[in-house]
């Protein structure tokens, strides 16, 4: 399974941006899929994730309330939705899946495939 993370750039304070990531290859509808993020000199943390199955949905505290996650099972893609962008939300985010649907999952180790990321860059 390949994933391909897409739509981050650079955005002010209070804007928002949507990721995409596509899976190809050998995908099934029972993942569960997350985002992650990393910004210089600190470690890979969890932002939210969605189990396709169930639709069930987890978030880390510090984006619930701004950030949404979604998935089109139909196409393999998955979404997160970012609303009013903080410059503590710049980092290179990645889109990771599980491949038995386990939610939920917080942290890097467990998920079986990785997209490349993309850098999200917030100004103040």
């Known amino acids: 399974v390949q994933l391909q993370a897409s739509g981050g750039g650079l955005v002010e304070t209070g804007g928002s941006l949507r990721l995409s990531c596509v899976a190809s290859?050998?995908?099934?509808?029972?993942?569960?899929t997350a985002w992650f993020r990393q910004a210089p000199g600190k470690e890979r943390e969890f932002v939210a994730s969605i189990s396709w199955r169930r639709g069930s949905t987890f978030y880390a505290d510090v984006v619930k309330g701004r950030f949404t996650i979604s998935v089109d099972n139909r196409t393999h893609a998955m979404y997160l939705q970012m609303n009013n962008l903080k410059p503590d939300d710049t980092a290179k985010y990645y889109c990771a899946a599980d491949q038995y649907g386990r939610t939920p999952l917080y942290t890097p180790a467990p998920y079986d495939f990785w997209g490349q990321g993309t850098q999200v860059t917030v100004s103040s």
């Open positions: 290859g050998h995908t099934h509808t029972n993942y569960a």
